[in-house]
DNA sequence: TGTACATCAGTGAACGCGCGTTCACTGATGTAC
DNA sequence: TGTACATCAGTGAACGCGCGTTCACTGATGTAC
């Protein structure tokens, strides 16, 4: 039956939504389109009137996750400047590796989206230039090496993405190395 | 029909080779053990005799493609010293980042890993931590810093990781911005 | 060295299952009069 | 404002297909005598 122009919007945002969450939990490989759907609370063919295919789907969910997180670190707190601290403190966390529905997008997709569609590589690639922005914006100004803050932030979040992939990646096997990886990054990130 | 034992552990070797490459191009979900097997020669029943399962061939597999790709870059050559350049150079080349069934597995299933069994998780913290230790006795004796070599090497390979991931997802959608991540990344960490 | 035979790597059909996508259909919504 | 009806978001059966794994079978290997 058909719902109202609200309804159907709020069943988009819960497509996307679902989709961010189990997408980053599973991979977009390993998670089906009903699945998605089911935990939207829709049946498969619904998804079909709002997205063009799966790829299609994986690209908004992308954007849509990491909008989503980003603006909640980014945005300036009342009262609490946005320092490089913030990012990292959100970033390297422990409660977020262990979580993998959590976090950034950038990094439950990187190797990933090498085999998605273009479009997918898209949303990945304005993610990446958005949060090296931002990051790029709370370096400390001109440090003793002369200060090239591009490349110092490409670095940074370079760091960031490989130090959490890293970290999930051994966490199973050696949850010390894992929290290692973190702290380690942290702090030498912390002192640039 | 029966192989002969040198056949058959060849037979064992091509379906590493082959689950490797196949793996890093595709991931773990992305390719099934038919596939594998063809890639190698043998049909799909044969690879049972020789694994446990899928997890067990990508565990394995792992390790092999890990090994293959580290020794021919961490074995010194005649006459040529082993410096921190050749690692930069041999792990963010543009080569490596737009060919995915070459490279490091590392990176090919760093944001996989955390979803596969925890014997994949064990190869990958073994492989993590030898890539580690070879920076680390890489890196410039005591630096201005105060020489915390151990934390070092954990953002090196965090950041090597993390920007051929990054470059990789870029790549489809801005490879100027692609080669832009390599190369800055590689200046910045050739300089500390 | 020659023969008889147990071993077992490799074959390929078969299993149950879940995948992405399509499509005829439903029925509340929202518009035209 | 009230009614008739076109729209279209959502449903769920069906499609062809490939998946991981099992298993009865094959026949060269390699061993025991």
New interface residues.
């Given amino acids: 039956m058909k719902v109202s122009k609200e309804q159907a919007q709020q069943n988009k945002q819960a497509l996307l939504d679902a989709a961010g969450a189990l997408f980053k939990?599973?991979?977009i490989?390993?998670v089906g389109v009903a699945d998605v759907c089911r935990e939207a609370g829709l049946t498969h063919g619904a998804l079909y009137k709002h997205f063009a295919d799966k790829q299609d789907l994986a690209a908004q969910a992308f954007t849509h996750a990491f909008r989503a997180g980003y603006d909640k670190v980014s945005t300036p707190r009342a009262g609490k400047a946005r320092t490089l601290g913030t990012y990292l403190d959100a970033y390297l966390s422990k409660r977020v590796r262990d979580d993998?529905s959590k976090g950034c997008p950038?990094?439950?997709?990187?190797?990933?989206?090498?085999?998605q569609?273009?479009a997918v590589?898209?949303s990945?690639?304005d993610a990446?230039?958005e949060l090296r922005s931002g990051i790029e914006g709370v370096l400390p100004n001109a440090g003793d090496?002369g200060g090239?803050k591009?490349?110092?932030a490409?670095?940074m979040?370079?760091?960031?993405?490989?130090?959490m992939?890293?970290s999930?990646?051994?966490?199973?096997?050696?949850r010390m190395?894992a929290d290692?990886?973190l702290v380690?990054?942290h702090?030498?990130?912390d002192?640039m």
Same sequence: chains 1, 2.
């Fill in positions: 939990q599973h991979g490989d390993g993998l950038l990094v439950s997709t990187a190797c990933e989206t090498g085999r569609s273009e590589s898209r990945f690639a990446f230039v090496s090239d591009a490349a110092l490409n670095l979040v370079a760091a960031l993405v490989g130090a992939a890293i999930r990646g051994v966490v199973k096997a050696d190395l290692e990886v380690q990054v702090s030498v990130l002192g």
